[in-house]
């Protein structure tokens, strides 16, 4: 298994408040993501990083900021938490090769009341 | 833009029969790969197949098989001798690979497919 931990696993948290979710591997892996998961729209990708400090959008941004420091930690904040933020949040790694595979952390469920 | 669709929220099999999970896509890219993944009912996204656009043959990995037509853009999964454990939601994913042979890795996702495997 790809060394991918998410931290929380699970938050519950009041509209207004701000919120960070953490994403640490230990594959020194260039490339990270990102995603959200919500019943019938599958995961879609929220910000990807292609190394340190080198980050950009993807397809449901609004609303969020990533930072990465270090190549072992991606970080996503919600600057203010909405209830449409509720989701299933997933990290993943990998894939940048033509058949490299994107390896997923355990997911962190987000409650936002 | 791209995009995946699964049109079969839900599929049933009975144990030890084959099933086939269908997958469509949409891109203009000549290069791309094509994934799925499965995610049981504990939460985690376990990586199943991988096609590439221009590989010849129909990627395998044990019992799952995947049915690549470039032509009609379709890339179903064949699950063989089903299991109980393979109850989850399935899902197809593609990842768009430039010219260069690389990418930014990021996949788009279909909306699923739960199947069930009955006794």
């Known amino acids: 298994d790809a060394g991918i931990t998410q931290s929380p696993r699970h938050k519950v948290t009041e509209t207004g408040t701000p919120v960070t979710l953490r994403c640490h591997q230990t594959?020194?892996?260039?490339?990270m993501y990102w995603y959200r998961q919500d019943p019938g729209h599958g995961l879609r990708l929220i910000h990807y990083s292609y190394g340190v400090k080198d980050t950009d959008k993807g397809e449901v941004s609004d609303g969020y900021s990533v930072s990465r420091s270090k190549t072992e930690d991606f970080l996503l904040t919600l600057e203010s938490a909405t209830s449409s933020q509720t989701s299933v949040y997933f990290c993943a790694i990998g894939g940048s090769g033509r058949s490299e595979t994107q390896y997923f952390g355990p997911g962190t469920r987000l409650l936002v009341l | 833009a791209q995009k995946i669709t699964q049109t079969q929220p839900g599929m049933f099999v009975q144990e030890k029969e084959a099933v086939t999970l269908d997958c469509t896509y949409d891109?203009?890219?000549?290069?791309?790969?094509l994934f799925w993944y499965k995610q049981p009912s504990s939460g985690e996204m376990i990586f199943l197949i991988y096609q590439g656009s221009y590989d010849e043959q129909n990627a395998t990995e044990g019992r799952y098989s995947l049915n690549f037509q470039k032509a009609r853009k379709s890339a179903n999964l064949v699950i063989s001798a089903s299991q109980l454990g393979d109850s989850a939601m399935y899902f197809c994913a593609m990842r768009e690979v430039n010219a260069g042979g690389t990418s930014y890795g990021k996949l788009t996702f279909g909306q699923g497919t739960i199947l069930t495997v009955h006794p």
């Open positions: 891109t203009s890219d000549q290069s791309y790969g």
């Open positions: 594959e020194n892996h260039r490339y």
